[in-house]
T-cell receptor, first 114, second 114 residues
């Protein structure tokens, strides 16, 4: 089934540790995104990429980094995790052709930083 | 900057009754507006979108939304609610800079009682 695969599904992490959340899509979408979901705040964009080799900052990029070495993969790295990064993280992708406009989301990665 | 507001944290409705989930937006230029639904422990799923054309947009699962430019609103509606419609609903607006970054509202929880 075409879509987005995120890993891990859930992770508990000690503060100060490095963590990479993985995201892979098989739809050949140009654009990919990372959002975090927090109660009462909805979804906030962390980083995005509109094509392989390019990335951009979203609304809440501090403490996170991304890379886009190829079309399919868009990992999110927390270099030194802090408790405020406890959240549910969603990867998404979209086709940039005119009229497409719709994001497809992964199932999410629940991260707890202690 | 573009934004959307969902004024209700929760909407309660009895099964068989009509439902409305409210959304207002703020954006320069022509808005691209979206509704997404999130079921427990799942990613967001696309429901419907308004890009241009008819102000009444029909989407998945019998949902529809009405674009009202004068009131800057895009309320989600369904004529007859089902218990299975109980979920978290997000309104979103597209960044008018041309790249498909979506800005999400804080979400409204819909609870449909039997």
């Amino acid at each position: 089934i075409a879509g987005i695969t995120q890993a891990p599904t859930s992770q508990i992490l000690a503060a100060g540790r490095r963590m990479t959340l993985r995201c892979t899509q098989d739809m050949r979408h140009n654009a990919m995104y990372w959002y975090r979901q927090d109660l009462g705040l909805g979804l906030r964009l962390i980083h995005y990429s509109n094509t392989a080799g390019t990335t951009g900052k979203g609304e809440v990029p501090d403490g996170y980094s991304v890379s886009r070495a190829n079309t399919d993969d868009f990992p999110l790295t927390l270099a030194s995790a802090v408790p405020s990064q406890t959240s549910v993280y969603f990867c998404a992708s979209s086709d940039l052709r005119p009229g497409a406009n719709v994001l497809t989301f992964g199932a999410g990665s629940r991260l707890t930083v202690l | 900057a573009q934004s959307v507001a969902q004024p209700e944290d929760q909407v309660n409705v009895a099964e068989g009754n009509p439902l409305t989930v409210k959304c207002t937006y703020s954006v320069s230029g022509n808005p691209y507006l979206f509704w997404y639904v999130q079921y427990p422990n799942r990613g967001l799923q696309f429901l419907l979108k308004y890009i241009t054309g008819d102000n009444l947009v029909k989407g998945s699962y019998g949902f529809e939304a009405e674009f009202n430019k004068s009131q800057t609103s895009f309320h989600l509606k369904k004529p007859s609610a089902l218990v299975s419609d109980s979920a978290l609903y997000f309104c979103a607006v597209r960044d008018p800079t041309g790249f498909q970054k979506l800005v999400f509202g804080t979400g409204t929880r819909l609870l449909v009682s039997p």
